[in-house]
């Protein structure tokens, strides 16, 4: 009777390591963080955001971040640079400013402030 329970932890164990090393492949093959520096208000130190990421097959990206309050602001891209940033009752997202500095766009719209990876940007 004993041996089956062994049997059984030795089989989990193994399953557990195989998972595990399936996670960390993943992880290593994928460059593209969680979360990404933000601000939304002038002055505030950076926090940090959600984001999701809409391509089309023209060569525009789509980057809408997602503060923990829940304000939503899409950030838009083509060819790998910053063209401009969505509307909201917060600013109209014309007052812009933006750089790519060692592998990072560093862009602020109205009073907030955004650092979105170029690997974001430009990877498929």
């Not at 130190?45 to 829940?70: E, M, S």
Request: charge should be positive; proline fraction near 3%.
């Amino acid at each position: 009777m004993k041996t089956p329970i062994l049997v059984g932890i030795c089989a989990a164990t193994l399953l557990g390591t195989a998972e595990t090393k399936a996670t960390e492949i993943a992880s290593a093959s994928n460059n593209k963080p969680k979360s990404i520096a933000c601000a939304q208000e002038r002055g505030e130190p950076l926090g940090q955001c959600t984001y999701r990421i809409k391509r089309d097959k023209k060569g525009k990206t789509t980057v809408t971040v997602a503060f923990a309050n829940g304000f939503k602001r899409g950030l838009f891209f083509k060819d790998g640079k910053f063209l401009k940033a969505s509307v909201t009752m917060s600013g109209v997202g014309t007052d812009t400013d933006w750089s790519l500095k060692d592998g990072t766009h560093m862009i602020r719209v109205d009073g907030q402030r955004y650092e979105v990876p170029d690997t974001l940007i430009t990877s498929n």
